[in-house]
Every structure is written in C-alpha cells, then in structure tokens.
C-alpha cells in the first residue's frame, strides 16, 4: 500500500501549472482568492498543514509555530529569503525548512542593473514627460543624466545575485568593488576584475553607486542607517533589491529631502507595502512594486524547487535547500 499523501496548504496562488501538480502528487489546500493569510487563517493552516509553503507575505514569528500542530513537518518556503520565518523556533520543534536559492539570481540582478541604468539616465523621468506632453525637442543640456563607463560600483553582499550582477556591471563598463562577510575566492574576483573592502564604511564613502544586494538578518537590520548614509558621495547613487529592512527609510527620505544623494531606486520597502511619503512622487527617485523575481521563468522555477524539496521530503530524504542558522 502507498504512503498517504502529505497535506500541504498554500498561503498564495502559485503559477498554475505548480498549482497543478502539487495537486497531482500531494493533498494540496490552495489559496484561491489570493490574498494574504491572516494570523487567524496562518494559526488554522499550522494546525493541519504537514507542509505549509508560505511566501514573504506570511509572518512565521515563533508564536505560530509554537502553536502549530504536531503534524506540522515541514515549512517549504516559496522564494530565496526566509528573514519571515524563524528558524531557530522551527529547528526547536523539529520542523525542516526549506526555501528556494539560485532560481531568481539572474532575474533579480537583470531589475538591479535596470534600476541603476534608470536612476543614472533619469529613464523613469523622460519617459514621464513623453507620457505627459512635455517633450519639447532635443536641447543640449537639457535630461542630462550620468554615463556608467568608469564609474564605481560597490556590491554589498557578494553571494550568487552580487556577482551576477558584478558580471552585468563588468560589461557597462563599471569598476566593481564589494563589501561581504568574507572575500569571495581569488578566481572569482580576477572574474569580475572585484576589490573587496573589508570595510564598508570606507567603501560606502567612495563609491558612484552602491547596490545592496545582502539577505535581512538581526545584523544587516538598518545596514544603511542614518551614520552610513551620511558617508555617500552627494553623486552617489543608491539601488536596493534584496530587502527594504536594511536601510532605514525614514534617514533615507531624510537623505533624499537634502538631496545627500543623486539618485535612488529601490524594488523593497522597509514596511512594504506602505513606503515613506518623502519617497513619493520625486524624479530622482525610482520606485518599483517588488517586482525582483517576477518573471514567469523565475515564478514557474520557484514553484518546481517547492515540490522538489516536498517530494524529497515525503521520499524519506534530506531535502537539498533546507535551511539552517549556520547558513543566515
């Protein structure tokens, strides 16, 4: 006789085809109206899921999984980041999770590059004026933004979406440089042509653009405070697409307002999907509704890495991303 299949509740509508199959080969609950769990519906889920697959919009405080039900295995995470998932009160209760690196990485750093091609050429802002009329002719100093070529660029978090984009950046014609936990292997920086500082102050305060692109831990929460963002270069430009809790918005906005730094663009908000009105509504700042991994390609990857780590789980095995402290 066959095993039972495992119950697993879907916090959010998944890409149809991933919908789909988990319904094929496990007891798959889906969430059909597509809106966000509340506590109340996240409280019930822990209590009959053996696999809940939950996404950034679901706050997996140790609370919840305190109060989940002995049944509960398994928490297999949709997406690269689990800073909303507390892992040290799952590994507790011997719950496994799991999420899904490395099928974003080329997406995100594509929306990267972009948002540091479209703060540095003011893109967002001329294709404004077109939509409003404004657009008078060519004049010579008029729209004039920054050329890439030469310029530095400082990568904070060197993991696979860092250098995925140090290689983007190499192309354009920027020096790259980056700050990490630990330097990344000599072959890789001769790759990239990468300077790494070991210090990410003095990085911070002679770079021409600055992209974050490190996960949110107790130790990256407000990385870019009021202090750091002082030592940015008035030119500077800052990108943001991992993460809205490591800078602190409102020193942010407060940096913008005095115009501290040239230009911004951020994919990630500190209290998403609220954004601090000093951000609104400026034309050297580009804001963008996390769009970081949303390609088909990437959502469709995302959902097969899900059942991946599920069917491996229920095949009595380790799966191959879970997750650990040791690795945050």
């Known amino acids: 006789m066959s095993n039972p299949r495992l119950k697993v509740v879907l916090t959010r509508r998944l890409p149809d085809a991933v919908e789909t199959r988990m319904r094929e080969l496990f007891d798959a609950e889906l969430n059909l109206k597509d809106r966000p769990m509340d506590r109340a519906a996240l409280e019930a889920a822990v209590q009959r899921a053996e696999v809940l697959v939950p996404t950034i919009t679901d706050e997996i405080d140790a609370s919840l999984i305190e109060g989940a039900g002995d049944q509960l295995k398994m928490i297999a995470n949709f997406g690269a980041g689990v800073d909303h998932i507390d892992i040290d009160a799952a590994v507790a209760r011997?719950?496994?999770v799991t999420n899904t690196p490395?099928?974003?990485?080329?997406?995100t750093?594509?929306?990267?590059?972009?948002l540091i091609l479209a703060v540095s050429r003011r893109i967002v802002e001329g294709a404004q004026v077109i939509a409003d009329g404004k657009f008078e002719g060519w004049a010579p100093t008029w729209m004039c933004g920054r050329k890439l070529w030469g310029k530095r660029l400082g990568i904070v978090g060197m993991g696979r979406i860092g250098q995925a984009l140090a290689r983007r950046a190499k192309a354009f014609g920027l020096q790259v440089h980056y700050h990490n936990r630990k330097a990344v292997s000599p072959r890789i920086e001769e790759e990239l042509g990468a300077t790494y500082w070991d210090d990410l102050d003095q990085m911070l305060a002679r770079m021409d653009i600055i992209s974050l692109n490190c996960p949110a831990t107790k130790e990256t929460h407000h990385l870019l405070s009021a202090e750091r963002l002082a030592l940015l270069q008035p030119h500077a430009i800052l990108v943001n697409t991992a993460r809205g809790e490591l800078i602190d918005e409102a020193a942010l906005a407060a940096a913008?307002?005095?115009r501290a730094v040239s230009g911004v663009g951020l994919d990630v908000f500190e209290h998403e999907p609220v954004i601090h009105p000093g951000l609104i509504g400026l034309p050297h700042v580009v804001l963008l509704p996390h769009l970081g991994s949303a390609t088909l390609e990437a959502r469709q990857d995302m959902g097969d890495r899900v059942?991946?780590?599920?069917?491996?789980?229920q095949n009595g095995h380790r799966p191959p991303d879970r997750v650990i402290p040791a690795m945050l």
């Open 102 to 107: 490395g099928v974003l990485t080329e997406d």
């Open 109 to 114: 750093a594509d929306l990267a590059m972009s």
């Open 94 to 96: 011997g719950i496994i």
């Open 256 to 258: 913008v307002a005095q």
């Open 307 to 313: 059942i991946l780590n599920v069917m491996t789980f």
